[in-house]
């Protein structure tokens, strides 16, 4: 795949990830489904230097739903013990890939030594100028949205003819957080789980049975390849001239 090909047809500016399949990869070789999570980890790196390399503004992982809370409490002790390792561990790989840390989620909801470890790496990653890699844990968007809407409401100052789309999402978790482009759910499912509702109104799809500890490099950059040859259109006609 030629890099600078790709990078040269125009990259999408906000890709998310629907980083899936760990359990499945480690069941089929007979390991525990940690074993995924850890291998799924190399994943995300390997993904996130490529996208860095690229020049990609941001990429979102959808590391934790608000809904991965139903699994069992090893599994998700050992989650959450790997997010707070992975960024204790890593602030030499961030530097060096000029990778800033962000969060989406609900951050209250986490525990404290993971929320505190979240918090750290988006400040100490903060002036770094290449990707931002936006962590999605404890996310759904459903809750982004709701607590979105409680923040405009307990506001006394606004009124109703005050909002509009860019007000709603300057009232998510990020607010100026770009629309995303290209949305890639690996292992296999066709389907959102809760997603970035609102960010992927008008996202490209790609949809790859690859489960995510096998996802590499050379599938993404083919995947971003697949992206440039979409015609978005946006609900116009090319060539038409808006109605004025
Ligand atoms: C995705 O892999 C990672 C998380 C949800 C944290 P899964 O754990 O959902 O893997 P499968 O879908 O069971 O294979
Ligand atoms: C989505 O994967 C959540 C993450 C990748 C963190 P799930 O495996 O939890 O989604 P479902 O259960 O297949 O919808
Ligand atoms: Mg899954």
Redesign the pocket.
């Known amino acids: 795949m030629d890099i600078e090909k790709l990078k040269s047809n125009g990259v999408p500016r906000h890709i998310g990830i629907i ?7 480690a069941k089929n070789r007979g390991l525990p ?1 940690t074993a ?2 850890k291998e ?1 980890l190399s994943s995300a790196k390997r993904i996130v230097a490529a996208a860095a390399s690229l020049g990609i503004e941001y990429v979102t992982l959808y ?3 608000t809904e ?1 809370w139903k699994r069992a409490q090893e599994e998700v002790g050992y ?1 959450m013990g790997l997010i707070k390792g992975h960024l204790r561990a890593e602030f030499e790989f961030y530097k060096k890939n000029g990778i800033r840390i962000d969060h989406i989620g609900d951050i209250e909801g986490l525990p404290e030594d993971v929320r505190n470890e979240i918090l750290k790496a988006k400040d100490d990653t903060k002036d770094f100028t290449g990707t931002t890699c936006v962590l999605a844990i404890n996310y759904g968007s459903r809750d982004e949205i709701v607590r979105g809407i409680r923040k405009i409401a307990k506001n006394a100052d606004i009124s109703s003819e005050d909002i509009d789309e860019a007000f709603v999402s300057r009232a998510l978790d990020i607010p100026g957080l770009p629309d995303v482009d290209l949305m890639i759910r690996t ?1 296999g499912e066709k389907r959102l789980s809760n997603f970035m509702l609102w960010q992927c109104a008008y996202a490209e799809f790609i949809f790859t049975d690859t ?2 500890p096998e996802y590499g490099e050379e599938e993404f950059f083919s995947h971003i390849g697949q992206f440039q040859g979409r015609n978005r259109r946006f609900g116009g006609v090319p060539g038409q001239e808006a109605r004025s």
């Open positions: 980083m899936d399949g760990n359990g499945r990869w489904r995924g999570h799924g590391t934790f739903s991965n989650l292992g489960l995510w």
